[in-house]
């Protein structure tokens, strides 16, 4: 009987261990009274001042983009440029850049 109760607890305890929803993490930062938080982020292999990333301001997700941190220039998927003294997610994404050399 002993082992059978801990069958059912060891069963239900791998039940609710596997439907626990995944972390997910951002890094945010509030600038100018705004909620900036990186959702997804990935760094360029080739040149490693250059990231693709995923930004939300105050809750509202913006379309992947590039960003280049030696340019301090924002594109975005049809191709318009911004630079970082218009949008201030970029400072937030390069600040995770560190120059080499």
Excluded at 55 to 79: H, K, M, Q, W
Aim: charged letters at 25%.
């Amino acid at each position: 009987m002993l082992t059978s109760v801990l069958k059912l607890i060891s069963i239900g305890l791998l039940l609710w261990l596997t439907s626990v929803a995944p972390a997910r993490a951002e890094f945010c930062r509030v600038v100018d009274g705004h909620r900036i938080c990186i959702v997804n982020i990935k760094r360029s292999a080739k040149n490693y001042w250059q990231y693709q990333a995923m930004v939300s301001i105050d809750g509202s997700e913006l379309p992947r983009a590039s960003y280049d941190c030696r340019e301090r220039l924002i594109t975005d998927l049809d191709g318009n440029t911004a630079s970082f003294r218009s949008r201030q997610d970029g400072r937030i994404v390069c600040s995770l850049y560190r120059r080499r050399g």
